[in-house]
């Protein structure tokens, strides 16, 4: 089994989920507050891979869901700076074994990359389940 480096936003439901699906199938998983932590552009990039960069961003951050930022226009530069400067941008989770770096969490793909189990595939743990409640998820840090 792998130890996984989870980058999170702490309190996010879907997040908690997904760390609990990593530990049922085996994994060591340490949870790092993606807010909070020191990140560099160089140092977040490789988390994207060839990903488009409309596919990097956290689609309930507050700035994309209010329509105060239009993520499919950015370049690859604007787009970093961006999350250096507001995290709640950066698509979640950021996730990290071995070296190897991915973001988000298709179970379909965590499964094939690090093992995840059958249960739990197919159900969407990356949407925010609360992007349509009547309160919003608190930004914590």
Not at 85 to 99: F, N, Q, S, T, W
Not at 129 to 139: D, F, I, L
Request: proline share 6%; aromatic share 8%; glycine share 6%.
């Amino acid at each position: 089994m792998a130890t996984v480096v989870f980058y999170e936003k702490p309190g996010c439901v879907n997040n908690t989920k997904q760390k609990v699906l990593l530990a049922a199938a085996g994994h060591t998983v340490w949870a790092r507050n993606l807010l909070t932590e020191r990140w560099t552009a160089a140092r977040l990039r490789p988390f994207f891979g060839d990903l488009p960069v409309a596919e990097w961003f956290n689609l309930s951050a507050p700035r994309i869901r209010d329509g105060l930022l239009d993520y499919e226009r950015v370049t690859e530069t604007e787009a970093l700076v961006l999350m250096l400067a507001d995290p709640l941008l950066i698509r979640r989770p950021l996730i990290e074994v071995a070296g190897e770096c991915r973001v988000g969490f298709d179970p379909v793909a965590v499964d094939a990359w690090i093992g995840l189990g059958a249960s739990k595939v197919g159900e969407d743990l990356e949407s925010c389940p609360r992007t349509h409640a009547a309160e919003p998820c608190k930004v914590t840090s």
